[in-house]
C-alpha cells in the first residue's frame, strides 16, 4: 500500500468515529464533516473522482436524516 492508501484508510475511520461521535451528541456539524471525511476516501478508493462534487450534499442529506431520526426516537 502507499502512503497515500492508508492516509485514507486513517480518514474513514476517523470520519466513521467522528460520525459516530456526532450520532451520540447530537452534533449534526460532525456528522457532516465524518461523512464528509468518509465519502470522500470511500469514492477515491472506487474511482469515482467524477463523483467527488457530489459529496457534500449528500453529506449534507445523510446527517440531516439522521438528526431527525435521533430527535423523533
Same mark, same amino acid.
Given at each position: !500500500? @502507499?502512503?497515500?492508501?492508508? *492516509? ?5 475511520? $476517523?470520519?466513521?468515529? /467522528?460520525?459516530?461521535?456526532? /450520532?451520540?451528541?447530537? *452534533?449534526?456539524? *460532525? !456528522? ?13 478508493? /472506487?474511482?469515482? @473522482? @467524477? !463523483?467527488?462534487?457530489?459529496? $457534500?450534499?449528500?453529506? /449534507?442529506?445523510? *446527517?440531516?436524516? !439522521? ?5 423523533? $426516537?
Amino acid at each position: !500500500m @502507499t502512503w497515500l492508501n492508508i *492516509s485514507f484508510v486513517a480518514l474513514i475511520i $476517523a470520519g466513521l468515529l /467522528l460520525f459516530v461521535y456526532g /450520532l451520540r451528541e447530537n *452534533s449534526q456539524l *460532525s !456528522m457532516l464533516f465524518g461523512g464528509i471525511a468518509c465519502l470522500l476516501s470511500i469514492f477515491y478508493f /472506487l474511482g469515482w @473522482t @467524477t !463523483m467527488l462534487p457530489f459529496v $457534500a450534499p449528500i453529506a /449534507l442529506v445523510i *446527517s440531516y436524516l !439522521m438528526k431527525k431520526k435521533v430527535n423523533t $426516537a
